[in-house]
């Protein structure tokens, strides 16, 4: 073996810090392990119980040490929920801007100055912008519940019995429900315009490459949460879950991707004919090539992200 | 329940090298090595609900190995400069933390037979005869694989360099 230099070394405060962290978490969740027992208690009991621990704690001095680390936790809690609280803010400012957008959208498109396509993109963006505004409040609950930042992987656990990830879900599925509303409509829209000439066919397989998206970024949030409610019921372990997290989000990206890249294919043909008869210039054809190499290289790094996250099913389940 | 002082004596045990392990792969950045162990603990902890796996170490090392996946694909590296990053000469070596950064990313998104061998050699510290050893193949064998191996990662950085 070559030599080992010891920046490879981790510092004793390192060391100390996590120490003193893991085991703080593994007596809260111990601590949380235990919680039932007392949940079947009379209130007579359960009051009994507090006097005593109260007296108890006081009789040693514990009481200052639990406030000054809890003094600590509270700091670190606020310091969270600000930053948060800011983001939120962000995110509320760009829902009045959404809102903004789609009500100058309407009324151009009631005077006949806009298209309708323009009102439902709008729609759209006021149910994303509306979604994130709720996402961030669900962040900011589960930062006020736990003390730490939210965490949002299918593995993380219950904070005080509330679900955040399987709420956070809920919240995203409507994200793709919406857009796939509004990309239906459009993509009839566009069936009409191409029918009556207005329109070249190349749009339908844009709106269509649309449609397929939403759906199957739909598709991927319902197999997550299916991820999480396994998880939860003891079904899946943490492991498991991530990694089939991560497994439906590559094949999501290998479903959208197979159409774009058919697409940007006939874009270069198209391109390629154009400028045979000197109607494109080859700039234009490199470009196009470009972006389809583009695509393909993304689409080849998605089928082996996804036989790589197989392959760590497999390994784990062993 | 988890008991806290067996937890915590397999914490101490696998610390140094789990450490040393992660370190090696971001070439020696603490700050980054700190939070990558701090998350892989943070994942055991979840993971390990009322009792500790038989064998912690490789299961500490795994789930570190795929933390460091998950950060290079999340993490691309903002500027790859060609000449720190010569991985076809067989002198190279990522010590470096901005080479390691690099190397560590370009793993990534190579294919697990290729990126383990680089791993081996490069971030620990293994020579030829030893990875042949560990995996009962020849020497010779080893080095072919090894410049195969270094062609691909070479490829992959190229690209990004080229998509700059």
Known sequence: MREQSNQHEPTPEFAERLESRIASEVRRRNRQARAPRWAAWSPAQALAAVVVIGLGSAGVGGAAVAGAYEAQNSQARDQLVSAWERRADLARQRLEMAVRAYESAQTRFAVGLGASDAVLEKGIAVADAQAEVDLIALDLAEIRASGREPRPELSAPR???????????????????????????????????????????????????????????????????????????????????????????????????????????????????????????????????????????????????????????????? | MLSEEVLIQVYRETLRPLYAFVSRRVGGDRGLAEDLVQETWMRALTAWPTRVPDDPAAWLTQVARNTLISHFRRQRPELIDPALVEVEDERFSPVAPDSAVIVGWGLAQLRPAHADLLEAFYFDGQTVREIAAARAMSERAVEGRLRRARGKLKKVLTRMVRRE
């Open chain 1, 159 to 318: 904070v005080s019995g509330r679900d955040f990830v399987g709420e956070r879900l809920q919240i995203q599925r409507s994200m793709p429900e919406r857009a796939l509303e509004v990309v239906r409509k459009v993509e009839k829209d566009v069936q009409i315009r191409v029918a009556i000439g207005t329109s070249k066919p190349v749009e339908l397989e844009v709106s269509a490459s649309r449609v397929l998206d939403a759906e199957v970024a739909l598709e991927t949030v319902q197999e997550k949460i299916r991820i999480r409610e396994r998880f939860l019921a003891g079904l899946l372990d943490a492991v498991e879950a991530d990694l089939r997290g991560l497994e439906a989000e590559a094949a999501q990206r290998i479903k959208t991707l197979g159409p774009k890249v058919e697409l940007a294919r006939q874009e270069v043909g198209r391109l390629e004919q154009r400028r045979q008869l000197g109607l494109s210039a080859s700039v234009d054809v490199a470009e196009a090539t470009v972006h389809r190499l583009e695509l393909e290289t993304e689409l080849s790094k998605a089928e082996l992200d996804l036989v790589v996250i197989r392959k760590r099913i497999q390994e784990h389940r062993r």
